[in-house]
């Protein structure tokens, strides 16, 4: 008769070992790039780690033998094993597409339109003018003279600072090929940020991005919004991100094909904020890349 096993030891070792291997297989077929960031790799494989060597110092214990065990709460564990096999990892589609982050196009208008603040707390010049010069005392006439010089200096160095910055747009310049901005994924999130926030310096460059076509309600016939999914850290931040694209051969496109465009930035009025949109646009089909979102670098 043989000596009977610690089952719950047992129970332990499995669900160890199984979370481990869907990890694993998560990692080695890229599915776990529709839930997290790729920052976090490295603690997922440290994860993977620490659950195989749980289960390797429980194994011990399997031929200890324990009276009236209880395995029935472990079977909550069983519930998320079940579910990654019967569901597998899917990209998301079902978010919605917009234009541009609200923050950014924000940005744009303040740039644009300086606030009313600004305005009233000006010094009317008439004002200034009522001083009266002779007044002014030796200590306040030294202070002037202080301040006028420490003001031109700065002038000078902003001045000097000026000459020496590149625009945002030139930093670009090393992805052009024939003359087109040829963005891949690897730079896209900073390219779409820097467009928005620096439209005036785009206008006129042409540029060619992989993206998937979306329709929007107010958009018209000839229009659609090239865009792709941004994620920050995981799915649960995942928003959509597009640029506007006008294009004859708009009703030959269908929602959610993936299509490389090109096309010459230009400005557009939308819902009262200006924004990128693509003209003398060309497409040609794309193909699905193994990571489907962009992701965020900086933080």
């Known amino acids: 008769m043989g000596r009977k096993k610690n089952m719950e030891a047992i129970v332990q070792v499995f669900i160890l070992i199984a979370i481990a291997c869907l990890l694993i297989d998560a990692m080695i077929s890229k599915k776990v790039n529709y839930y997290v960031h790729p920052r976090f790799y490295v603690g997922i494989w440290v994860s993977i780690i620490v659950l195989i060597l749980f289960a390797i110092s429980l194994i011990s214990k399997i031929k200890k033998a324990r009276h009236n065990v209880n395995i029935r709460h472990y079977m909550i564990f069983a519930i998320p094993l079940v579910a990654a096999l019967l569901f597998p990892a899917t990209g998301v589609n079902s978010k919605d597409m917009t234009i541009a982050n609200s923050d950014i196009v924000a940005s744009n208008s303040e740039q644009k339109n300086p606030n009313s603040e600004?305005?009233?707390?000006?010094?009317?010049?008439?004002?200034?003018?009522?001083?009266?010069?002779?007044?002014?005392?030796?200590?306040?006439?030294?202070?002037?003279?202080?301040?006028?010089?420490?003001?031109?200096?700065?002038?000078?160095q902003a001045n000097d600072i000026g000459e020496e910055t590149v625009g945002i747009s030139e930093k670009y310049a090393q992805y052009e090929v024939d003359g087109v901005m040829v963005i891949n994924d690897d730079i896209f999130a900073d390219w779409y940020c820097d467009v928005y926030d620096n439209l005036d310096e785009f206008v006129g460059k042409k540029?060619?991005?992989?993206?998937?076509?979306?329709?929007?309600?107010?958009?018209?016939?000839?229009?659609?919004?090239?865009?792709?999914?941004?994620?920050?850290?995981?799915?649960?931040?995942?928003?959509?991100?597009?640029?506007?694209?006008?294009?004859?051969?708009?009703?030959?496109?269908?929602?959610?094909?993936?299509?490389?465009?090109?096309?010459?930035?230009?400005?557009?009025?939308?819902?009262?904020?200006?924004?990128?949109?693509?003209?003398?646009?060309?497409?040609?089909?794309?193909?699905a890349p193994d990571v489907e979102y962009i992701y965020y670098n900086n933080y």
């Open 207 to 287: 540029c060619q991005y992989l993206a998937q076509v979306y329709s929007m309600e107010d958009f018209e016939e000839n229009q659609f919004l090239a865009g792709r999914y941004f994620m920050v850290c995981c799915a649960a931040d995942l928003v959509g991100y597009g640029i506007v694209c006008e294009t004859d051969i708009r009703s030959e496109l269908k929602d959610e094909e993936w299509i490389t465009v090109t096309g010459t930035i230009s400005e557009y009025e939308y819902n009262g904020y200006m924004v990128p949109l693509l003209t003398d646009v060309t497409i040609t089909e794309g193909e």
């Open 118 to 156: 600004t305005d009233n707390n000006t010094i009317d010049g008439t004002d200034s003018d009522s001083y009266d010069s002779e007044s002014m005392t030796n200590e306040e006439a030294m202070a002037d003279t202080t301040d006028a010089t420490a003001s031109t200096q700065e002038n000078e």
